[in-house]
């Protein structure tokens, strides 16, 4: 598979809206992508909008918790939107923890936590 997930830039975020079911190649994408518009960028935060995933695997959870674990080191917030109930049901029984990345219903809900998240004074 040749494709890609667009990433946009919305002032100094990303926002990655997932429109189709990730495969294992096409995630791993996803996560190089997305760690190289951060660098390229200097995006302060990351918005990937999964509304329209029916399904995500422990995979596709693990690589999520990667790109937050990347954006972190890179100065970036990462904010996951749209999950759907079932689906978060799915990854809690499966035990796949989504550590470091925070969630949001929607995009206006998740551009509004990333906006918080980085305009906060840095401690010290």
Known sequence: MNSRIPILKIGSFLLASIQVELDDE????LQE???QAITKHGAKGVLIDV???EI???FIGRVLGNVAACS????AVTVVVGMRPAVAITLVEMGVGLHGIRTALNVDRGLALLREATERP???
Do not use: F, K
């Open 56 to 58: 995500i695997d422990s």
């Open 33 to 35: 992508d997305l760690t």
């Open 122 to 124: 840095a401690a010290g």
């Open 51 to 53: 509304s329209s995933m």
């Open 26 to 29: 096409l995630a791993v994408s």
């Open 72 to 75: 972190r080191i890179l100065d």
